[in-house]
């Protein structure tokens, strides 16, 4: 993004969230039903949850208004008798820059609560009734919305023209202007999320379920029912306006009714240059849980005749990612208008007597007008971002390799 000289600058630079969100590292689940007598119930019921809410919003209602005029014209000369009339005026410079950087959110949570699930019924004696239950839930919401209403409304006038020299007697009439330069940058950054869930490494620990070495005519099972979801919700709503309105004039210049020598009107250049550079509405998230256990072990082994054994394993895994981005949501459109004009001309030399060497001259500078206007914008990515090519979203201060600790430190300057 453009290195701005900063003689004029009105910047926001607010509503920013980040949040580390580190699961502790769970201890394993050690659950056993061992060595009871004939004839007994057991029973073991286990009910793990884990459940993470992330909401992260940033609501912005921001409006820069910027009116600069920058003059050096206006001159009279009006109603003089005598020598040479000179009308030769300063440079206009007028620069004005705006940036906004504004709204972001990061979220990094760890998705897993870890650990390994070791479920034992082993060494009752015959005729008991032993059921082990067990039930792990890991939810994860995460919610990142930004809401902003941006507009720059930006007026500028640089003048060297607009000088009269009339109803002089006397020797020659010279109107010189210097330059009218103007500069306008508007730079608007705003809305990004960013989120990761879990990792490559993360590991969902291991599970292992046995019904082993129980008497005769024993009733055994064990239940275990193991969940795991994550859903994650980015939405960026923008509603931006850019009005530009710039003159740059060095002409509409005057030399009538004089009596006298030469007439001359010499303008500088009228330059204009305005950037628009709109880099807007950016969702990446990259989920990768293995939550639901990467190693099972279910067994059922030397129990006695007549003896029920059963195990039931219920295992779920939901993911649901939501990416939106709107821009304009109020009105349906984000609008940069621009509205330009370089004038050298308008130029007049009118009704003038003399003995002159020449005839009466007009030279006019160059009218040079650029205007350049980029947007970039509502771009969702999902999964694996190592290779991604983010956009240079330098006013955020993202570091996109995600280092977390560096992202802090940029943040917080």
């Known amino acids: 993004m453009t290195n701005f000289k900063r003689q004029l600058i009105t910047a926001a630079a607010v509503g920013s969230m980040l949040l580390n969100l580190a699961l502790p590292a769970a201890a394993g689940t050690t659950i056993t039903i061992s060595g009871n007598g ?13 459940e993470t809410n992330v909401t992260q919003e940033n609501n912005l209602d921001l409006e820069n208004e910027v009116e600069v005029e920058s003059n050096t014209g206006n001159n009279e000369a009006e109603g003089n008798v005598g020598g040479d009339i000179t009308i030769d005026t300063g440079d206009a410079k007028a620069t004005v820059n705006v940036s906004n950087t504004v709204n972001s959110n990061v ?3 760890d998705c897993c609560p870890g650990g390994d699930v070791d479920v034992e019924i082993s060494g009752n004696g015959s005729d008991s009734e032993n059921e082990i239950e067990l039930e ?7 919610n990142q919305v930004n809401y902003a209403d941006i507009d720059n409304d930006v007026e500028v006038e640089a003048d060297t023209g607009n000088n009269e020299a009339e109803d002089n007697v006397g020797g020659k009439i010279e109107i010189k202007t210097g330059k009218a330069d103007t500069s306008v940058t508007l730079s608007t950054t705003a809305n990004a999320n960013w989120a990761t869930v879990g990792s490559a490494s993360t590991n969902g620990g291991s599970l292992s379920a046995i019904i082993s070495g129980n008497g005769s005519d024993s009733e055994n099972e064990i239940d275990l029912e193991l969940e795991d979801e994550v859903e994650l919700d980015q939405e960026n709503n923008l509603d931006l306006e850019n009005e530009v309105e710039v003159e740059s004039n060095t002409g509409d210049n005057e030399a009538e009714d004089n009596v006298g020598g030469d007439i001359l009107i010499d303008t ?8 628009i550079d709109n880099l807007v509405n950016f969702n990446a998230a990259d989920v ?16 006695g005749e007549d003896s029920e054994n059963e195990i039931e394993l219920d295992l779920e895994g939901e993911t649901e990612v939501d990416q939106n981005n709107f821009c304009g949501w109020d009105d ?10 370089s004038e050298t001309g308008d130029n007049e030399v009118e009704d003038n007597v003399g003995a002159t060497d020449g005839d009466p001259t007009i030279e006019t500078g160059n009218a ?5 206007v980029n947007n970039s914008g509502n771009s969702n990515v999902f999964g694996d971002l190592g290779d991604l090519d983010w956009p240079d979203f330098s006013g955020f201060h993202f570091s996109f390799t995600f280092d977390l600790q560096d992202l802090l430190d940029l943040l917080n300057g």
């Open 38 to 50: 004939s004839d007994s119930e057991n029973e073991a019921e286990v009910k793990l949850e884990h």
């Open 107 to 109: 979220a990094s949570v």
């Open 136 to 142: 792990r839930e890991n939810e994860i919401e995460i």
């Open 268 to 275: 500088g250049d009228a330059l204009t240059d305005v950037t």
């Open 288 to 303: 990768d849980c293995g939550c639901l256990l990467d190693d099972i072990l279910a067994k059922i082994f030397e129990n």
């Open 332 to 341: 349906g459109d984000c609008d940069n208008e621009v509205e330009v004009e």
């Open 368 to 372: 040079d007008t650029e205007v350049e």
